[in-house]
T-cell receptor, first 113, second 117 residues
Framework: LAKTTQPISMDSYEGQEVNITCSHNNIATNDYITWYQQFPSQGPRFIIQGYKTKVTNEVASLFIPADRKSSTLSLPRVSLSDTAVYYCLVASRGGGSQGNLIFGKGTKLSVKP | ETGVTQTPRHLVMGMTNKKSLKCEQHLGHNAMYWYKQSAKKPLELMFVYSLEERVENNSVPSRFSPECPNSSHLFLHLHTLQPEDSALYLC????????????????FGPGTRLTVL
């Protein structure tokens, strides 16, 4: 099972770039890396997904080194509204036809003014 | 709005009650999921349905009973719950099953906050 490890919490200030790293040493060849954002009392929301190298969309970038044993979510110029918990997810194929979806404990990002 | 709705949003029940949580997705997806999120714990996958067939049951106690009558609706029937079952129960859907290979983004509902007295 591709277990993920992330920092429990991070603090930042408005306008700064925030980088959150996730370790997934047992990632399988076919696994994709996905990041979700969750606000209190809401369901997680998809941010970005990647397989290798770099992926960028309108809200974030995802950096994945060649060995794929880690990944870094980069949030440019964060604002107060980016305060949330960020989850790194690696979809692993396990028993049965459905892969095991293992969310880590997430990183609680606090953005201060 | 993610296209996934859950009712009720809040539920308080006694240990001897029977209640049901409802999830509906308006996205035309083929896979639906139930997750449990306890305070300060990671999301725990409970059940997975693909094309209305259950494909995953992560050792969930029998007091939780899922039902998927069609690809748009998912229920979680609750009976004789314990106080430790109090949590946020989240429903999600994706185009197809999530697993090895091409990943399918999951769309989550707002959750049902369950309190068991």
């Amino acid at each position: 099972l591709a277990k993920t490890t992330q920092p429990i919490s991070m603090d930042s200030y408005e306008g700064q770039e925030v980088n959150i790293t996730c370790s997934h040493n047992n990632i399988a060849t076919n696994d994709y890396i996905t990041w979700y954002q969750q606000f209190p009392s809401q369901g997680p929301r998809f941010i970005i997904q990647g397989y290798k190298t770099k992926v960028t969309n309108e809200v974030a970038s995802l950096f994945i080194p060649a060995d794929r044993k880690s990944s870094t979510l980069s949030l440019p110029r964060v604002s107060l509204s980016d305060t949330a918990v960020y989850y790194c997810l690696v979809a692993s194929r396990g028993g049965g036809s459905q892969g095991n979806l293992i969310f880590g404990k997430g990183t609680k990002l606090s953005v201060k003014p | 709005e993610t296209g996934v709705t859950q009712t009720p949003r809040h539920l308080v029940m006694g240990m001897t009650n029977k209640k049901s949580l409802k999830c509906e997705q308006h996205l035309g997806h083929n896979a639906m999921y139930w997750y449990k999120q306890s305070a300060k714990k990671p999301l725990e996958l409970m059940f997975v349905y693909s094309l209305e067939e259950r494909v995953e049951n992560n050792s969930v106690p029998s007091r939780f009973s899922p039902e998927c009558p069609n690809s748009s609706h998912l229920f979680l029937h609750l009976h004789t719950l314990q106080p430790e079952d109090s949590a946020l129960y989240l429903c999600a859907s994706s185009q197809d099953e999530v697993g090895g290979g091409a990943y399918n983004e999951q769309f989550f509902g707002p959750g049902t906050r369950l309190t068991v007295l």
